[in-house]
C-alpha cells in the first residue's frame, strides 16, 4: 500500500527564497491528506502534480500565519472548481470562526460541505479512523495551543500465494477466508493450513508530525518507535534561549527527540520530493 509523504514547504514564520511556509500531504492508499496550509501550498501542489481535488481531510497544527494562512485560499479554489464533495477539516476550534468571516465578507457561499472536526491541544485522541489509517493528535508546548498528529496505518490483510491457490483449484469465494487467516479444507476433506496459502502482509507504518514545540518530553511516549518522525527545528543550538523564549525546538534537540523515541530508518522509503 501506497505511504507517501511529500514536503510542500518547511520554512518558519515567512517565506524564503528556496522554502515555502509549513504544508504537507500524506499519500495513504491512494487517498491524499493535507498537514498546514502556509501560503503557497497551491503553488506548490502544482509543482508536484498535487490534486487539490483529491485532498478529502486537511490538518491544521496550530493559528500562526505560517500554518493556515493559504487555506482560504485553498477552500476558495476548490469551490471555484466545483467540488461538492464534503471536506473534513481538523484544527483548533477558533479556526471555524477565521474560515467564517472570511467567507462572510466575501460574500462567499462554498458549493460543498465542511466538516469541521475541533481539536483538543491538552489530550491525545483519536480524531479519524478509516479502513487505510488512524489519526490521533499530539499535544504539543507551543507559544499558543499546538498539535501534532500521528498516522497510523492499519494492518492490512494478508496475501494470496495465487499460484498455490490455482494449482489447487481454490474457489475464489475462499478468497477473503484465507485472507482473514482461515484455513482451507478441500472437498476430500485435507485441511491446508493458512500459512501454506497465504503470507502475512507487510508491518503498518506510521508517521508522526510535529508542528511548532518547545523540546517537551510529555509527547516522546506517544510518538515512540514511529516509521517517520517529521520534527520542527527552528533554530540551531546555539539560539537555544531564543529557542526557549518562543517555544521551538533546536536542530539539536530535533535530532536528540527522534534518537530517544526510536525514530525508524527503512528499507521501505516513503519520502516524496522535498
Not at 500554518?67 to 484544527?91: A, C, D, I, M, Q
Request: hydrophobic letters at 35%; one cysteine or more; a neutral charge.
Amino acid at each position: 500500500m501506497r505511504f507517501e509523504v511529500t514536503i510542500l514547504g518547511s520554512s518558519s514564520a515567512t517565506p524564503i527564497y528556496n522554502r515555502n511556509p509549513t504544508s504537507q500531504v500524506l499519500n495513504i492508499n491512494e487517498r491524499l491528506y493535507l498537514v498546514d496550509c502556509g501560503e503557497g501550498t497551491q503553488q506548490q501542489m502544482l509543482r508536484f502534480d498535487v490534486r487539490a481535488s483529491r485532498i478529502d481531510h486537511i490538518f491544521i497544527s496550530h493559528l500562526h500565519g505560517d500554518h493556515y494562512l493559504g487555506l482560504v485560499g485553498l477552500l476558495s479554489s476548490l469551490h471555484l472548481n466545483g467540488r461538492k464533495k464534503t471536506l473534513k477539516l481538523f484544527g483548533p476550534p477558533q479556526l471555524l470562526e477565521i474560515i467564517d468571516l472570511q467567507f462572510k465578507y466575501s460574500e462567499t457561499v462554498l458549493q460543498y460541505q465542511i466538516d469541521f472536526i475541533p481539536t483538543n491541544p491538552l489530550a491525545a485522541e483519536t480524531i479519524l479512523v478509516n479502513e487505510d489509517v488512524s489519526v490521533e493528535t499530539i499535544p504539543l508546548n507551543h507559544r499558543i495551543s499546538c498539535t501534532g498528529f500521528l498516522f497510523r496505518e492499519k494492518k492490512r490483510l494478508r496475501k494470496l500465494y495465487k499460484e498455490k491457490l490455482e494449482r489447487l483449484a481454490v474457489p475464489v469465494e475462499h478468497f477473503t477466508a484465507l485472507k482473514k487467516g482461515a484455513d482451507y479444507v478441500d472437498l476430500k476433506g485435507r485441511v491446508y493450513k493458512n500459512d501454506e496459502l497465504t503470507s502475512d502482509s507487510d508491518n503498518p507504518r506510521s508517521f508522526a508530525y510535529c508542528s511548532d514545540t518547545m523540546f517537551d518530553e510529555r509527547y516522546f511516549e506517544q510518538i515512540k518507535g514511529a516509521d517517520m518522525l517529521y520534527h520542527e527545528a527552528t533554530f540551531l543550538h546555539a539560539m537555544l534561549d531564543r529557542a526557549n523564549d518562543t517555544h521551538h525546538t533546536t536542530a539539536l534537540q530535533a535530532a536528540q527527540i527522534a534518537n530517544i523515541t526510536g525514530a525508524k530508518t527503512t528499507d521501505r522509503p516513503f519520502l516524496g520530493p522535498l
